[in-house]
């Protein structure tokens, strides 16, 4: 695994859901690995997504787009889908809400989830091409569910589909 610091993501099968664990930073440097993870897991019919921040030390905008994609994603193909929000922080908590997030989420706040056995997610090195439409999926997301972000994160978003095109 690829993580930077003691930032990493594990991960394990929990009955019919997935657990994340997300250790430091919930950043842009794990999200191509877990949304390339929830799609093999929802081409297998797995539609309940927990993610467990009670080590999460913050969130940035790239992550939390994908939460919010693995929702829509989920909601999509299966009315029972949920994705859940695992004891995180305050902090966390208020990102999330702040950018539209937490409407596509369940949340819960204090859940004992220190035993379970886990296995670090592989966050392999992609290249820059994907790495950015991952960034720009999860973006695009964000703006269509609040529109007062393509304020936040419209010239971002130019600037991503020129260096895309080019």
């Given at each position: 695994?690829?993580?930077?610091?003691?930032?990493?993501?594990?991960?394990?099968q929990?009955?019919?859901a997935?657990l994340?664990?997300?250790?430091?930073?919930?950043?842009?440097?794990?999200?191509?690995?877990?949304?390339?993870l929830?799609?093999?897991?929802?081409?297998?019919?797995?539609h309940?997504?927990?993610?467990?921040?009670?080590?999460?030390?913050?969130?940035?905008?790239?992550?939390?787009?994908?939460?919010?994609?693995?929702?829509?994603?989920?909601?999509?193909?299966?009315?029972?889908?949920?994705?859940?929000?695992?004891?995180?922080?305050i902090?966390v908590?208020?990102?999330?809400?702040?950018?539209?997030?937490?409407?596509?989420?369940?949340?819960?706040?204090?859940?004992?989830?220190?035993?379970?056995?886990?296995?670090?997610?592989?966050?392999?090195v992609?290249s820059?091409d994907?790495?950015?439409?991952?960034?720009?999926?999860?973006?695009?997301?964000?703006?269509e569910i609040?529109?007062?972000?393509?304020?936040?994160f419209?010239?971002?978003?130019?600037s991503?589909?020129?260096?895309?095109?080019?």
């Open positions: 695994m690829t993580a930077s610091g003691n930032n990493h993501i594990a991960v394990a929990l009955g019919d997935v994340f664990r997300v250790v430091g930073l919930g950043n842009m440097s794990a999200t191509p690995a877990i949304a390339a929830a799609e093999r897991i929802l081409s297998e019919k797995t309940k997504f927990a993610f467990d921040l009670s080590a999460c030390s913050g969130v940035d905008s790239t992550f939390m787009g994908t939460l919010v994609a693995i929702a829509m994603q989920s909601k999509s193909r299966y009315p029972s889908a949920w994705v859940c929000v695992v004891n995180a922080s902090k908590s208020q990102a999330l809400e702040n950018v539209g997030a937490a409407r596509f989420l369940r949340f819960k706040t204090s859940l004992p989830l220190e035993d379970i056995e886990m296995e670090q997610l592989d966050v392999t992609i820059q994907e790495r950015l439409r991952v960034i720009q999926r999860a973006h695009e997301r964000l703006v609040d529109k007062r972000n393509a304020e936040r419209g010239p971002f978003l130019a991503l589909s020129r260096e895309l095109d080019t």
